[in-house]
């Protein structure tokens, strides 16, 4: 690590370095249904054939595993300097783009690199939280790792550079700006969730299908007939749970995905996560299948 330095935000170490040459390996397990800390983590799982990128595994328990691909290890594009003090914008500085104002937090798309950072480093306590298996002494390692790896992929995504997404949106939930009060980034940021919009794989009637024979694209042209969008890495702020954060990201992400011409929005729920399906059902979700037998986890739908 490169000027390593550490804040303390909400009684969370925050390392301030440049990102690292990733290996991505994830997992996802909701450990506490009362708790809506992790209300889905869940990314969606692409056939090995489908991409060049090498394949990693990790499993959390004897139920659940995901496999996601990682960075090629000769992958080695800059990652721009982030700035750990930067002040977050004010309202009048994304006053154009597409938002959502609840309470005292506004959801929108992330802009600033620190705020991608910022969504990173909230993946890695989620992660960390959800693990069975963690030590005290090992918890600000794996969380300074697994953040500097999900930026530099979240940034990937988010530029048009994961061949398995045409698009992918990053959202933040902010703290609303109050007369007189400088927060920084990393202290107005409470909530994050991804929306991508995907294609359909030959053989599919919905994503992640166990059935599908190919993975080669429904149709050379993305046509909005074999697309649909997707809901992914859904996380909450400890100390700003049970306000609304999730569920108004998730009203944003709907009218995102609809002014993009979808027609359906997916998301992928753990089988044992009750309050994260009670939440998705609240927004306007069913239930696409009921078999939970493909890594513990349930296929949730809308109609746009």
Known sequence: MIGMKMELLHGSMITQFKARQPILIFSERTKKQDSLLVVNLFRENFPISYTR?????????????????????NDDSKVPELIFNRLQLSDEEY????????GHYIAREAVLNEEY??????????????SSNKSPRHALNFKMKYADQEYKALKKRCSGQDGNLLQCFCLVA??????????TVLSSIVGTMD??????????????????????????QAFDAHKYAYISNVV????????????????????????????????????DNKPAQQLYKKGGFKFATNDASCEGRLLMWMEL
């Not at 950072?117 to 959800?130: I, L, P, S, V």
């Not at 991508?196 to 149709?219: D, F, H, M, N």
């Open 195 to 220: 929306l991508s919009i995907r294609q359909y794989l030959q053989g599919e009637t919905y994503p992640g299908e166990v059935k599908r024979q190919s993975g080669v694209l429904a149709s050379k």
């Open 117 to 130: 950072w910022m969504a990173a480093w909230m993946r890695a306590e989620a992660h960390w939280e959800a």
């Open 53 to 73: 990128c090498r394949t990693l595994e990790s499993h959390w328990d004897n139920t659940q595993s995901i496999r996601h691909p990682a960075v090629s290890s």
């Open 95 to 102: 006053v154009d783009m597409q938002r959502r104002s609840f």
């Open 236 to 271: 909450v702020a400890l100390y700003a749970r049970r306000r609304g954060i999730a569920l108004n990201m998730l009203h944003l992400a709907v009218d995102m995905a609809t002014s993009k011409g979808m027609k359906k929005l997916y998301v992928h729920v753990s089988a």
């Open 174 to 183: 902010v703290k609303k700006e109050v007369k007189g009060v400088k927060r």
